[in-house]
Each structure stands twice: as C-alpha cells, then as structure tokens.
C-alpha cells in the first residue's frame, strides 16, 4: 500500500474527520507570494508580533506561512481565517481552541515551508536541508541513543549526511507533536535503524512507542536534499502531499 499520494494545487482535499489520513502542504516563499492577502488573514496579535520581526526575509516567511496556515484551516473547518482562534498549549504548542481535536503543524527550512494536518491525533512534522557539516558526529553523540549512533558510525561516510537527517528529521516531528519540543530529549526518543518508521522506545511520558507512527514524505519539484518527516500517535492509511505553487 502506497502510504503517500501527490495532488495538484487544485485538487487539494478537505480531511475528513472520520479519516486516518494526514494532508501535507509544501510551499516556497519567493517574491510572488501573495503577502497582502496573507497579512489580512492574520489576527492582530500575529500582526503585532510580525512587526516585531526587523529581519525583512524573516518577516516576510512569518506573514505568509502563517497566513497560509490559515487559509487551510479555514479550507478544512469552512470557516474564515480571521475568524479561527489558535491558542497555546501549557508548553507552547498552537492548537485550535475550538476545534481542538484537528490537529496542525508546521515547519520551515530557508523559504521552504511545510503545513501538516490531521484529525484527533498529536502531529508532528520537520523539514530540513541535507546539507554537509562539520559537526555531525558530536550532534550524534549528544542526540543520537548509543543504538543509534553506532548504526550511524558503521555506515560508508557517503551516506552519513542523509542518514543523520533522516533521524533527525524523525526525531524534530515527534518532540514537536508532543508538544514539548527538545526539552523532552532528542537522545531519548529512539528510532529503529532497522525499522526508521517505528520507535525502539520514547519518554515514558508520550505513552507508547508502538502507539508513534513515523514517516518520511517526499517533495515533489524540490531540491533532494530537502528532507521531510511526519510524526503522528495513530495509524496512517495515507499522507496526501500537495504542493502550493
């Protein structure tokens, strides 16, 4: 079973709530995306923060992100943007005050950006750039479980940069659909070398590691080295993958 289908722009679905599937938008932010519109559809309170951003580029990425953010909330729950409540949890992930049991996420790497959404679960998802660094082996030893890192030392050194932000990627979508974000411990939220869309074991305070679904998900018409991951705590029949441009 393909776990993973691609829609065009218009053909993006509106989930169901009786589904098991996640809708995933993807996005590059360049100059022209719709700012405006996107500004509009924010509250105030995302407006103020926005001005407070001085860096243009950072600036521009908050208003459109979120302002799309917003247009798929409002596509998925019928309702206006302006009008659809996010408020923060104890530990500061966004949820939907009335309509807490869709949940949404979201994530950013350079002017890429990437917008999950899924009924009645905690969801998670990660984009990053696969690009080389100097300092992937002392980020293993301080975030990587010992099984992990000695799968990720074994491996041919041509494949090191990609094995390492597939776990990461994994790692960076569950801590986020916990909702407690790194403080929980990136080296104690384990994932199967053998087995990378399962866990070999998480905090004891997230319930049960076989309850974690874990899965990458491709970006058609992106770079390769751009990486994406989604975590969810329910069984995954289908990630609908659909790109906004």
């Not at 790497?109 to 998802?125: P, Q, R, S, T």
């Not at 750039?129 to 050194?157: G, I």
Request: charged share 20%; with cysteine.
């Amino acid at each position: 079973m393909t776990l993973t289908k691609t829609l065009s722009e218009n053909s993006a679905m509106q989930l169901s709530p009786y589904s098991d599937n996640i809708a995933l938008w993807y996005g590059v932010i360049n100059e022209a995306s719709d700012y405006q519109r996107y500004w509009k559809m924010l509250v105030e309170e995302e407006q103020h923060h926005a001005r407070q951003l001085k860096n243009e580029r950072v600036h521009k990425r908050y208003v459109v992100v979120h302002g799309q953010l917003r247009a798929l909330l409002a596509h998925t729950l019928q309702r206006a943007p302006e009008k659809i409540t996010i408020a923060n949890a104890a530990h500061g992930k966004p949820y939907l005050a009335d309509y807490p049991q869709l949940g949404f996420n979201l994530s950013h790497c350079g002017n890429v950006f990437v917008i999950a959404l899924g009924w009645h679960c905690k969801l998670g998802v990660d984009i990053e750039n696969s690009k080389p660094r100097t300092n992937l082996a002392a980020l293993v030893n301080k975030c990587f479980a010992p099984e992990e890192a000695l799968y990720w030392q074994q491996l041919p050194d041509a494949q090191k940069t990609a094995e390492f932000y597939r776990f990461w990627t994994r790692k960076e979508a569950f801590v986020k659909a916990t909702g407690f974000g790194i403080a929980l411990g990136l080296q104690h939220c384990v994932v199967n070398p053998r087995q990378p869309n399962a866990f070999l074991r998480i905090p004891d305070n997230c319930g049960e590691a076989v309850d974690w679904q874990l899965r990458e998900v491709v970006l058609p018409a992106l770079d390769s080295q751009m990486l994406c991951a989604v975590s969810v705590d329910k069984k995954i029949t289908e990630i609908y993958v659909n790109a906004l441009f």
